[in-house]
């Protein structure tokens, strides 16, 4: 029998393709992510929040997630954590703190942060928390600092009306 290295790839990426990956491991935050995640949730309410282990006004804000977890499951949440990858472990405690370890999660993974943030939003300057609701239609709102808790209801019964 005949030995193709080549194939032998193929298979290897075609049979860890088939397999999702665990909710509870954070992804590669690269240039085209962002899009990706916008098509992956495409005609369904998504809030993406950027934030950072090193950001008070970001860990403050955690519970507000969590709660929107447990209180409105349809909208989705993806948590994307501007850190290094480096950081895994410490972004790993957080989310596990705030009970929010199984929650979709990414970690930018460019060390050209600005790169990342200009294909995001070319107003976004870096500030942070940074939250994106995106609705069924597809339109996009971007919220610099922490969200209130009254901008987050609103928008919830706004896009699932409960």
Known sequence: MRYFPGACVLMSLIVFATFPIQADE?????????????????DKPLIVNFWSVTCPPCLVEMPLW???RLNSPEV????VSTDKPEDVDRIEHVLNRYGLADATSWIF???????????????WRGELPRT???????????????VEETVLQTWVKQEVGS
């Open 132 to 146: 994106y609701f995106i609705s069924r239609n597809g339109e996009k709102k971007a919220y610099s600092g922490m």
């Open 26 to 42: 954070s992804q590669k935050f690269i240039q085209g992510s962002f899009e990706a995640i916008l098509k992956s949730h495409k």
């Open 109 to 123: 993974a460019d060390p050209f942060k600005e790169r990342l943030r200009y294909e995001i939003d070319k107003k």
């Open 66 to 68: 969590k709660n929107l």
């Open 76 to 79: 989705n949440l993806v948590l």
